[in-house]
Nanobody, 126 residues
Framework: QVQLVESGGGLVQVGDSLRLSCTAS????????MAWFRQAPEQERESVAA????????YYADSVKGRFTISRDNAKNMVYLQMNSLKPEETALYYC???????????????????WGQGTQVTVSS
């Protein structure tokens, strides 16, 4: 099983870009599909993006399509979330998550992921 540590969060202005990173420990990183979720105060944790084990397929929430890009580097045990044109309502704690397999019907379901990082805070100021 892998352990996940997020980094790269911070305070940015509306319209700015930010790249989040998630570092996975362990030798089996390539056995896991990866995802990013976010949770704003007093709101449910919501899916943002996901990527298959090989990186060949990616999924995005409608709200971030065209602005966010998820990618991974299996040689470095890393997954990334490039976020462009950030909005104030995207202020949240961003989490990295892992599970063995995902599909179009399962990637966005929080309960399907059994491995989580501690989160990194993203604050978008207007």
């Amino acid at each position: 099983q892998v352990q996940l540590v997020e980094s790269g969060g911070g305070l940015v202005q509306v319209g700015d870009s930010l790249r989040l990173s998630c570092t996975a420990s362990g030798r089996t990183f390539s056995n896991y599909a990866m995802a990013w979720f976010r949770q704003a105060p007093e709101q449910e944790r919501e899916s943002v993006a996901a990527i298959t084990r090989s990186g060949g397929i990616t999924y995005y929430a409608d709200s971030v399509k065209g602005r966010f890009t998820i990618s991974r580097d299996n040689a470095k045990n890393m997954v990334y979330l490039q976020m462009n044109s950030l909005k104030p309502e995207e202020t949240a704690l961003y989490y990295c998550a892992a599970r063995t397999l995902i599909s179009a019907g399962t990637w966005s379901v929080r309960g399907n992921y059994n491995i989580w990082g501690q989160g990194t805070q993203v604050t978008v100021s207007s």
